[in-house]
């Protein structure tokens, strides 16, 4: 039965290091030639797994090789990959590999980049990561259904030389609204949640199942790759007895820190990778509880000691530094300046203007629409795009090849937004004017309500790339553009 093997599939994840991860892709992958690109199968079907209650209680779901979440892809940095994409369901699809650096015929958007993949067809993505770091793939088509039904799995690209860590582990956490007997609540699209903070789930899942407790071994040193595949909760996860170091963000690496006040705050489609040294005692329990949103804090997980005796590793005070990724500087002398206003939601002030376009648009915030067709409840620069991209998107600004730009984006909502730059990382440099203390790289950047944010970036990857909200339904219903370079 599919929920036993995605159990069995991410406890020996959790038990073997990456040994296992390495044979869930073995395992789904099938070489090619000797000389040729690796060649990977993932297959998007429905399927149902285990996530709560008892042993029969299963819970329908659109699925990556059977798997909740997808199977976790290891791909090396600077080596060519195949990914056959084949579309087994009854609804157009494409996949997204978020925060590679593709080209952008390899990035998924339907419409923009290529034609959907329609049912009974594959897809071939060809590409070589130039980076390495935690990343991760979801279809970006019919979104909110899609990834809300479970489409979403893990990419990590590994260093060219092994990172000296105990334990090499990823938790992918995904946000679901269950009913008591297992389904999925439907209500997808809820235009009163779209001009919210969008469809926020009651179950939060840790690789595919919700986490009494995850085995540790006091001593040990653990690399942990955060990833946020929700549609639209935001975390802020806290470690009880723990300090969790983070090397890298969206998978870039940063210079080593502490989260601020301990907290390690990730919007939908954010990733941290942090380092963490397990000082507990043996055979405790310390909590692992995300309390962004103060009436809806829950315990996500527990780290569970072994009984055994500390292991006795490397000289605590050396901190791995993660080997920097081939980014292009941006020029912040020559950089061009330009602003993205966000605009829209309930509470923020009125209606919009003109300028709508893309399916199915409206003026202004329409009522408890059940059409099924996305609505404008946002807005960029007075522009709404709406829905995951479709033909004919026309480009809010065109961006010259190899320049340096610096794009402000001020957030004039009452609501948070994880906003998403495809086909690049950029430098986040300040908020509100202030300088940031890290200028990490990053690929998604939260900003809260009313602030502003500046990232710089090199355009030098040519094509049409999307910029978008990763809360999902705000995505859908306008708070999305195109930036062209050439
Ligand atoms: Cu992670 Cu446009 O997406
Ligand atoms: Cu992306
Ligand atoms: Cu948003």
Redesign the pocket.
Known sequence: MNSRFTNTVSRRTFLQCGASVALTTIADSRIAQADGPREIRVRTAPGAVHLIGDKNTTTDVLAYNDLVPGPTLRLKQGEPVRLIVENRMDQDTTVHWHGIRVPNAMDGVPGLTQPPIEPGQDFPYEFTPPDAGTFWYHPHANSLQQLGRGLAGVLIVEELEPVAVDRDIVWMIMDWRLKSDGRIASGFGNSMEAGMS?RVGNTATLNGRVSAGEPVRAGERIRLRLVNGALARIMALRIEGHRPIVVAIDGQPCEPHEPDGGRLILGPAMRADVVIDMQGEPGQRYRVIDNFYDDLAYELTQLAYDKAPPIDSRPADTLPDLPRNPLPEPDLVNAESHELVLQGGMMSGGMMGGGMMGGGTTNGMGGMGTSGMSRAV?AINGTSMTGDGHAGMQPLRTFKLGQSYLLTMRNETA????MHFHGHSFRVLSRNGSPVPHRQWSDTVLLPPKESVDVAFVADNPGDWMLH?H?TD?QMTG?MTVLRIV
């Open positions: 969008g946002w609501w948070w937004h994880p909200c809360v705000h708070l």
